[in-house]
């Protein structure tokens, strides 16, 4: 199994620009969360789906974020436009009973 | 969901076990004890969890005491690779509709000497 699939690994932009982060889930979990994680606000939930249809979003931070999955082998987070202070390592998680299998993530660095 | 206590960082010498204490003192009779962690630079990886029994897996063991006001996790044999932050999480089971929000709190920094 190739596990939670993130793209890009780092992503580096000015201030205003629109940035898209990119998930595969493994397959066959019909669960699948973003987080996001800083030193100062550790690992927090921004938004999960369930089955392809978003649950709960209250842990996104702003209008400027959203999330989407068209299908249950990709999801995106977009942040448009992107603020210095959304510089973070976003995490994708998949969930298959009762263990959640989190990428690599994806450092993102907003100038 | 209950809250946990651990220690902040532990050392431990390579090849030898590591014992991860995790206090839970107010947890409630349908939680159970989940254990991730992660090494720096990645994502956080599930370890193992358990309600009152006593669990093993390819990775770890979990001994919850019989009040099950505290756990311990167990590392047989440490390697340089388990060097990382552990958490200790008190949730109700998602199959026993247990919010879906996993909470990580501070952990526990493991430290794996040569």
């Known amino acids: 199994d190739a596990g939670v699939i993130q793209s890009p690994r780092h992503e580096v932009t000015e201030m205003g620009q629109e940035v898209t982060l990119r998930c595969k889930p493994i397959s066959g979990h019909d669960y699948l969360f973003w987080y996001r994680q800083t030193m100062m606000r550790g690992l927090e939930l921004l938004i999960y789906f369930n089955n392809n249809v978003p649950i709960d979003d209250s842990g996104m931070p702003e209008d400027r974020f959203s999330a989407k999955m068209p299908n249950a082998s990709f999801s995106t987070l977009k942040i448009q436009p992107s603020e210095p202070r959304d510089s973070a390592v976003y995490f994708c998680?998949?969930?298959?009973?009762?263990?959640?299998?989190f990428g690599p993530g994806t450092r993102l660095t907003v100038l | 969901d209950a809250k946990t206590t651990q220690p902040p960082s532990m050392d431990c010498a390579e090849g030898r076990a590591a014992n991860l204490p995790c206090n839970h003192s107010t947890i409630s009779g349908n939680e159970y004890v989940y254990w991730y962690r992660q090494i720096h630079s990645q994502g956080p990886q599930y370890i193992i969890h358990g309600l009152k029994n006593n669990e093993t897996n390819e990775m770890a063991s979990l001994i919850i005491t019989e009040d099950r006001k505290s756990s311990t996790l167990i590392l047989p044999h440490a390697t340089l690779r388990d060097t990382a932050v552990y958490y200790c999480i008190v949730r109700v089971a998602w199959a026993q509709g247990g919010s879906e929000k996993l909470v990580f709190g501070k952990g526990m920094k493991l430290t794996v000497n040569p």
């Open positions: 998680a998949s969930r298959k009973r009762e263990a959640q299998y």
